[in-house]
DNA sequence: TACCATGATTGGCT
DNA sequence: AGCCAATCATGGTA
């Protein structure tokens, strides 16, 4: 065998042996080990000590014991459990047959990399992203940011408490990873020393407990996204956090609609004006037109009263002396209603 | 809690 | 691209 494999020794020194298993018996002259006795000698040559193991389940069960402690305190059992360490390692592991170099899970990096997109797994992030954004679409009405600074806090608060969530969990199944992977190589190296057991069949054993935890961190980055994508979905989801606009927003746009009834169709530049005026975008006053008039067209008895506010209101402005710039196009043409 | 109001979305049309 | 109509989903309220 190679390098790795000849210079290990399975076994402490025999005269640091303490058997794990107490003997069966209590009987003080099988506790004794005295290498000049007679049994032992077998196991000072191969042949004898071969014959002694395979003789051994002949014996009582004291006598066994017996064999057993003086096989342990042999010279050759290192070189004897190496031999067993290397028929182990080409017939009964192999069986196994455990996946030396597994690739990397396709969903394992899939939630990694949403995980490290979300602001989850990688390191903290100053929560700059809003302030260069808005600077970028300065048209898109400073005052949207403003009304949803709050709940984008919200936002950043819940996202961070998933976060701080996350770490602590895989913190703390890295920790019981970890001691439970040390505890067993520790047993490992003390059954070392009673039974053959190679530094490879450790690596394997211990490759299979990390593998059996990530799995459970894998359930854990699951979840963790799918709290990230509910939260993504309540808070960023326009649709589903759809606020009315502002009072004043409503009168400004409603006083456009009313004044402009007969056609109610306002330019592109109209629009983005409303839009500055109402803190809102110009796709909202676009949504807003397109809503107003098959609202207003289903149901004109009923807007007639609202049409009638804003007509009324429009007068009292006029009256106050606003008037000096005349609504363009507002009592020239409202023939229908 | 039911109901209506309202902003957003979708699909089809021009 | 802009619009209409239907529809969704939530907000507000009686």
Not at 55 to 80: G, T, Y
Not at 188 to 204: G, M, Y
């Amino acid at each position: 065998m190679d390098g790795q494999d000849s210079s290990y020794n399975p076994n402490l020194p025999p005269s640091h042996y303490t058997p794990m298993i107490p003997p069966l018996t209590t009987d003080v002259k099988y506790n004794l080990y005295d290498t000049n006795t007679s049994e032992n000698k077998p196991f000072n040559d191969v042949n004898g000590m071969l014959q002694q193991i395979m003789s051994i389940v002949d014996q009582s069960l004291d006598e066994a014991q017996s064999r057993k402690h003086a096989f342990n305190q042999s010279r050759l059992k290192p070189a004897f459990f190496q031999v067993l360490c290397e028929i182990k390692e080409k017939t009964a592991i192999n069986i196994r047959n455990f996946p030396e170099d597994e690739p990397p899970d396709a969903q394992l990096m899939r939630l990694d990399n949403m995980l490290l997109a979300e602001g989850i797994a990688g390191p903290e992030r100053l929560g700059g992203s809003s302030t260069s954004s808005s600077a970028a679409s300065a048209n898109a009405a400073a005052s949207i940011n403003d009304e949803s600074a709050l709940e984008h806090g919200d936002y950043r608060a819940k996202l961070s408490q998933i976060r701080q969530l996350y770490h602590s969990e895989l913190e703390k199944y890295e920790q019981a990873c970890n001691d439970f992977t040390s505890h067993v190589i520790n047993l490992l190296h003390e059954q070392s020393r009673a039974r053959p057991i190679s530094p490879r069949e450790i690596d394997r054993m211990v490759a299979i407990i990390r593998k059996k935890f990530s799995s459970i961190q894998l359930q854990l980055k699951q979840s963790t996204c799918e709290a990230v994508m509910i939260l993504r979905s309540r808070f960023l989801d326009a649709r589903r956090k759809r606020r009315n606009f502002s009072k004043t927003a409503t009168e400004v746009l409603n006083e456009y609609f009313y004044s402009h009834l007969s056609n109610p169709y306002p330019s592109e530049e109209a629009k983005e004006e409303l839009a500055r005026k109402c803190g809102i975008s110009v796709s909202q006053v676009s949504n807003w037109f397109g809503n107003k008039r098959i609202r207003y067209k289903k149901n004109i008895g009923k807007a007639q009263e609202e049409a009638n506010l804003y007509a009324s209101k429009l007068a009292n402005q006029a009256a106050q002396g606003v008037g000096s710039m005349r609504r363009d196009s507002d009592s020239s043409h409202h023939g229908e209603r």
